[in-house]
């Protein structure tokens, strides 16, 4: 079975300044995969960043970074130069490489940024 | 850029009664699921489906749930008797392929159901 355990309920950040919004995962698959989406208040989640186990770089997207850590079995999500529309939802989830795995997802941390 | 759709946004239906919720999946995926969130709660998945059948399902998933894809295009989910507690989003989500490369699930907006 996997898991995924995000242990801020909520965070706030500054405009413009970085944050890292925690992710630590569980699972007895030897390959899988790790996501980050954003869900806004209008309900529909989009996806952010994809990371494999295998991926020997963390992945980047735009403003959107991965610190994967497979040792300490983290994903965490770094946002630099936060903006006000990046205040929302955002959920960790992972899958293994099996066919049709579903999602696992996280409870989400809900990011509230500051003027 | 394609995307999943989903209708309606929202549906609101007193308990006991039937609600079909669709779903048109992005034209050449193959992987087709069905999420639900309760409000202020994570994601949970419901069920997968691939060529023409369910691949998996979790508990939530019982004899009151059925899903279906009547057309080539369509990928719907049936709650035969609906109850307060089937009160949440429904994502339909879809994938090009699953194995190998964890392939992306593209998320539809979603559909509100609230059930009264």
């Known amino acids: 079975a996997q898991k995924i355990t995000q242990t801020q309920p909520g965070m706030f950040v500054q405009e413009k300044e970085a944050v890292t919004l925690d992710c630590t995962y569980d699972?007895?698959?030897?390959?899988?995969?790790l996501f980050w989406y954003k869900q806004p208040s209008s309900g529909e989640m989009i996806f952010l960043i994809y990371?494999?186990?295998?991926?020997?770089q963390n992945a980047t997207e735009g403003r959107y970074s991965l610190n994967f850590q497979k040792a300490r079995k983290s994903a965490n999500l770094v946002i630099s130069a936060s903006q006000l529309g990046d205040s929302a939802m955002y959920f960790c989830?992972?899958?293994?490489?099996?066919?049709?795995?579903?999602?696992?997802f996280g409870k989400g941390t809900r990011l509230s940024v500051i003027a | 850029e394609p995307e999943v759709t989903q209708t309606p946004s929202h549906q609101v239906t007193q308990m006991g009664q039937e609600v079909i919720l669709r779903c048109v999946p992005i034209?050449?995926?193959?992987?087709f699921y069905w999420y639900r969130q309760i409000l202020g709660q994570k994601v949970e998945f419901l069920v997968s489906?691939?060529?023409?059948?369910?691949?998996?399902k979790s508990e939530i998933f019982d004899d009151q749930f059925s899903v279906e894809r009547p057309d080539g295009s369509n990928f719907t989910l049936k709650i035969r008797s609906t109850k307060l507690e089937d009160s949440a989003m429904y994502f339909c989500?879809?994938?090009?392929?699953?194995?190998?490369?964890?392939?992306?699930?593209?998320f539809g907006p979603g559909t509100r159901l609230t059930v009264t």
């Open positions: 489906f691939y060529n023409n059948e369910i691949s998996e």
């Open positions: 989500a879809s994938s090009e392929a699953t194995s190998g490369d964890a392939y992306e699930q593209y």
């Open positions: 034209s050449n995926h193959l992987y």
């Open positions: 699972t007895s698959d030897p390959s899988y995969g």
């Open positions: 989830a992972m899958r293994g490489y099996s066919q049709n795995t579903p999602l696992v």
């Open positions: 990371q494999g186990s295998y991926d020997q």
